[in-house]
């Protein structure tokens, strides 16, 4: 590829969106190890207490915020609307660092402590938003800009900290950098309108946040069973596997942030809904394949090549279609819903996540046995599909449902379930 034009796919496709996105994701996952061995296992131990507090309070709104903002690219385009939304993240910012602070302080955390940690939360909140803010800076054409303030925090100033043993300078750096293509909004704007299009917002994120919650309360509780049936080696093989998957599908929701930022224009919801997804479908079915390489690599022993297949004991043959789920059914739920499916996903997401967990609590045999850790969560994800009720999304929601079934039916019949 020449290097014009993989320039221009960095500044103007989705493939600079999900590299922005997953940048500051693996400078993080790189800081862990180097912290491991500069500080010790304690110092490890610290960076999640402060990245996993963190995200508590942003969890019911963070999912929302991206999709919510990329549909906005009409107040986007102006100045003021940015300075708008800005102020309003700005807003709801300052409430998530609030409330963590106050809960981190009087929980007994410690002052500096608590201030990392509600200052992580605040990051994560406008991180949530970047992957809808990103776009947006490549059609004004300071794409370049924002992404060189992110490296600047990762891997610049994480990894510095890192290497000096500092477990709240790594959380604080990772936080800025991901936070940085929605911090650059932030300018001076009424507070009284960025209050109204603050409430706005959340109005908005919240039916989508509760879908992508949904697949997430299932997660603890999953681990929790399979821990208590299965040994650790192997539930900590397939946690490892879910990381690579839980990144392809933050991958594929920056693909999807950027075709429906391209797509957005003349016609009704019904017109760029087809075209943002007809754009983003090419870059799902790569993601699915790079899915089901990595579940190869984890499953399947390859002569020449030094520690492949070597979690194959852990792993099922239904995990390679859960390792695609993900990356197709968030990206639909989140970004291609439209609104008439609002409600009904909300409630469907909920509905489905409380028959997953009843089935994990009364029979957790089976689920354990032939779904693995992260299973219970794909199944929910993929019962959310059947509430994606809007025309054109529909059909393409109804095709993903069935392929995903089928597999998984397949894959049931050919596979055998792991050793309870």
């Known amino acids: 590829m020449k290097l014009s034009s993989l320039l221009r796919a960095l500044t103007h496709g989705g493939t600079g969106v999900a590299f922005a996105v997953l940048l500051p994701r693996a400078v993080s996952l790189a800081a862990q190890w180097v912290l491991a061995f500069t500080g010790g296992p304690a110092e490890l131990a610290a960076l999640a207490n402060y990245t996993s507090r963190g995200m508590v309070v942003v969890a019911l709104v963070a999912a929302g915020l991206a999709p919510t903002l990329t549909r906005r690219t009409r107040a986007m385009a102006t100045r003021a609307g940015r300075a708008l939304a800005g102020g309003a993240l700005a807003i709801i910012g300052a409430i998530c660092f609030s409330v963590t602070l106050t809960h981190e302080m009087m929980s007994g955390l410690g002052v500096t402590a608590g201030v990392v940690t509600a200052l992580f939360s605040a990051c994560s909140l406008f991180a949530a938003a970047s992957k809808g803010i990103l776009p ?57 309108r960025a209050a109204r299009y603050a409430v706005l917002v959340v109005r908005h994120a919240f039916p989508y946040s509760i879908a992508n919650f949904s697949t997430v309360a299932v997660y603890p509780l999953s681990l929790s069973v399979n821990q208590s049936l299965i040994d650790d080696h192997r539930v900590g093989q397939q946690v490892l596997y879910w990381s690579f998957s839980v990144a392809l599908s933050q991958a594929s929701q920056a693909f999807a942030a950027r075709a429906v930022t391209g797509a957005l224009g003349s016609g009704g919801e019904s017109d760029w809904h087809s075209r943002a997804m007809r754009a983003w479908l090419p870059a799902a079915a790569a993601l699915c394949v790079g ?117 998984f039916a397949v894959a049931l019949a050919l596979g055998r379930g792991l050793v309870v």
């Open 136 to 192: 947006i800076w490549q059609l004004q054409g300071r794409f370049l800009q924002s992404l060189a303030l992110v490296l600047v925090f990762s891997p610049g100033a994480s990894m510095a900290a890192a290497l000096a043993g500092s477990p709240a300078g790594v959380a604080v750096g990772v936080g800025i950098a991901g936070a940085m293509p929605a911090l650059l909004l932030v300018r001076p704007t009424r507070i009284r």
């Open 291 to 407: 899915a089901a390489i990595i579940y190869t690599l984890f499953a399947v022993p390859i002569p020449w090549l030094p520690f492949s297949g070597a979690a194959r004991d852990a792993m099922t043959l239904t995990m390679l279609v859960s390792g695609m789920g993900p990356l197709i059914t968030d990206s639909m739920c989140v970004y291609f819903c439209g609104p008439r499916s609002r409600r009904a996903l909300s409630v469907g997401s909920v509905l489905s996540s409380a028959s997953v967990a009843a089935l994990l609590l009364l029979a957790p045999g089976p689920l354990v046995r032939h779904f693995g850790v992260f299973g219970p969560s794909v199944l929910v994800g993929v019962a959310r599909l059947a509430f994606l009720i809007d025309a054109p999304v529909r059909r393409y929601a109804l095709g993903a449902l069935l392929f995903l079934v089928s597999a």
